[in-house]
């Protein structure tokens, strides 16, 4: 139904920057919101950012805010993720997802991306 496909992620020291991107492709018209989640080895899948498609909302979880930035892209169906101030409690695999008006309601992410790579060292 919706496809996400993830750039490749990096390795950054403490203090730098990464620039992630997320692009969806298959029943794009059907994308309410576009977020990102991030899961260390041993651990859950937590909220990181997420923003709303038609308005371009931003939301973040209180550990990156100040930090992260999301923005949207909706002629290319892209969402990015602009990682600032690098720590290295960041360093996580990072999922794009899609919550899409089609399948369960509105504040469900119904789709993934494969994940990424995301490194921080001190």
């Known amino acids: 139904q919706v496809q996400l496909v993830?750039?490749?992620g990096g390795l950054a020291q403490a203090?730098?920057?990464l620039r992630l991107s997320c692009a969806a492709s298959g029943r794009t018209f059907s994308i309410a919101a576009m977020g990102?989640?991030?899961q260390a080895p041993g651990?859950?899948?937590r909220f990181v950012t997420s923003i709303t498609w038609s308005g371009g909302r931003p939301y973040y979880a209180d550990s990156?805010?100040?930090r992260f930035t999301i923005s949207r892209d909706n002629?290319?169906?892209?969402?990015?993720?602009q990682m600032n101030s690098l720590k290295p409690e960041d360093t996580a695999v990072y999922y794009c997802a899609a919550d899409s008006s089609e399948?369960?309601?509105i504040g469900v992410y119904d789709y993934w991306g494969q994940g990424t790579q995301v490194t921080v060292s001190s």
């Open 103 to 105: 399948v369960t309601g």
């Open 6 to 8: 993830e750039s490749e």
């Open 64 to 66: 990156v805010k100040g």
């Open 15 to 17: 203090g730098g920057s």
């Open 43 to 45: 651990k859950k899948r």
């Open 36 to 38: 990102w989640f991030r």
């Open 75 to 81: 002629g290319n169906n892209t969402v990015y993720l």
